[in-house]
């Protein structure tokens, strides 16, 4: 009995790091905490920095329905603070805000995926949504940008355009998982969405092979020439998009795939080296991509509480003020997943950048 024990327990070291080396041989790093978020924060998500400085942080709050979607602001100083309560769709009585980022105006959008909840009152009614401020901060103005969305995951706003992953395209005829980006111009109000190829704002499709995970497009970004990358969930690979001057696209490839150390795609950013960091949902991992396409595993957590600091199903990760800063989604479980179930405290890691 003590021999299957032992077996069993070096198992899991090599299954989730805890030898704190990536097969790399490198020696992985150990997130330590940033910060707990208060009880009306249970599920934190998407994350942009504001035109002040501030980071704010989206809160779905899908692990406490009854607990109002909001907007949490973070100051350098690691003062906490609800900003607004995200506006409700009226059909559904709910707000799901996930993806977000800031324009050059100082305008959030926000992926409001009405869909994640499993809901069927909000199956399709998605929406990419545009809240409009006051020089105060104070939310002035809701625009619905798009509208019966099926999954909208992701947002970047470049040159005018607006960016969305979206996870699901259920309606796309396909063997396996269709999603895709949609683009919108930032004065675009009130497009209705049919989720198949129809849709002129479809920008680009991808299919997801794996067939134990089929979930797509999530995690998006821009390097600094403009060229647009995203991950694709399930194949745990990552897509580079480029796009011409008038924003059609060029070619769409796989740029980095180890499925050694990186398996699945959640939220992602680029540091100003161009190095890009991959929140890897399934395994409680951070993945460093460099200029070149190649990957590598920085830190590893087994299942656990994120009291510690530890990688509690990293969902986004985001580069501020010379940290990797880390929210920590702790709610989805599954076969693929190492996190067993949701659970106190509600917490965000981070990480020293690598630079080299």
Not at 231 to 253: C, M, P, Q, Y
Not at 303 to 323: A, F, M, R, T
Request: charged share 20%.
């Amino acid at each position: 009995m003590k021999t299957t024990f032992l077996l069993i327990g070096l198992f899991l070291c090599l299954l989730i790091g805890c030898c704190s080396e990536g097969q790399t041989g490198k020696k992985l790093q150990v997130s330590t905490l940033f910060m707990e978020l208060p009880e009306i924060c249970p599920t934190p998500d998407g994350m942009a920095i504001a035109p002040d400085g501030n980071l704010i942080v989206a809160c779905p709050n899908f692990a406490n329905p009854a607990t109002p979607a909001c907007l949490m602001r973070i100051t350098p100083d690691k003062q906490i603070s609800k900003w607004i309560d995200v506006p409700v769709l009226a059909e559904t009585g709910v707000a799901c805000p996930m993806g977000i980022a800031f324009n050059e105006k100082g305008e959030l959008y926000i992926c409001d995926n009405q869909g994640w909840s499993g809901s069927e009152q909000g199956r399709g009614k998605g929406r990419l949504l545009k809240l409009v401020f006051d020089s105060q901060g104070m939310l002035q103005e809701t625009i619905t940008v798009a509208c019966q969305m099926e999954h909208p995951n992701g947002v970047r706003v470049r040159n005018g355009k607006v960016y969305v992953t979206q996870s699901l395209l259920s309606a796309i005829p396909s063997d396996c998982l269709v999603s895709g980006v949609y683009c919108f111009n930032e004065g675009d109000c009130g497009i209705a969405i049919t989720n198949t190829l129809e849709d002129k704002n479809l920008l680009v499709t991808v299919t997801t092979r794996n067939p134990q995970v089929q979930y797509g497009l999530d995690g998006i970004v821009f390097d600094k020439a403009g060229n647009l990358y995203v991950g694709n969930f399930g194949d745990g690979a990552i897509h580079k998009i480029v796009l011409d001057e008038e924003g059609k696209v060029v070619s769409n490839t796989v740029w980095a795939q180890d499925s050694t150390q990186l398996t699945t795609t959640d939220g992602m950013c680029m540091d100003e080296e161009g190095n890009m960091y991959v929140a890897d949902f399934s395994v409680n991992a951070i993945a460093r991509i460099t200029p070149d396409g190649k990957v590598a595993r920085i830190a590893q957590s087994p299942d656990c509480d994120g009291s510690n600091g530890g990688l509690d199903q990293p969902g986004e990760p985001i580069v501020w003020n010379g940290k990797l800063i880390v929210s920590c989604f702790d709610i989805v479980t599954g076969p693929d997943k190492v996190n067993a179930g949701h659970d106190k405290p509600y917490t965000l890691a981070q990480l020293e950048l690598e630079n080299q």
